[in-house]
């Protein structure tokens, strides 16, 4: 059974910066693709970023420019560099491997002042 632990959520202003990591337990790590997920209050969870074991990523257009996925196989983890952070960005933010469709646990990113 795959497990996702991510880490490094929390409280930030507007216009900070934050980096959540997520340590994977697959072997095969460094062949899966893995994505960044995020869910707000009363809406759907949306794609964020995702990164292919090439190391080619794909952003949703929000965050573009601003958030950068990036994967460390040595360490089995995925990371995602957020900045200049808005209070729209404010979610429940969940890594995914998506070869087997594992979920983490999810971590709150909360933007405010």
């Known amino acids: 059974q795959v497990q996702l632990v991510e880490s490094g959520g929390g409280l930030v202003q507007p216009g900070g910066s934050l980096r959540l990591s997520c340590a994977s337990s697959?072997?095969?790590?460094?062949?899966?693709?893995m994505a960044w997920y995020r869910q707000a209050p009363g809406k759907q969870r949306e794609l964020v970023a995702r990164?292919?074991?090439?190391?080619?990523?794909i952003y949703a257009d929000s965050v573009k420019g601003r958030f950068t996925i990036s994967r460390e196989n040595a360490k089995n983890t995925v990371y995602l560099q957020m900045n200049s952070l808005k209070p729209e960005d404010t979610a429940v933010y969940y890594c995914n491997d998506q070869q087997v469709g594992a979920w983490g646990q999810g971590t709150q990113v909360t933007v405010s002042s």
């Open positions: 990164i292919f074991s090439s190391g080619n990523t």
């Open positions: 697959r072997s095969i790590f460094r062949i899966v693709t």
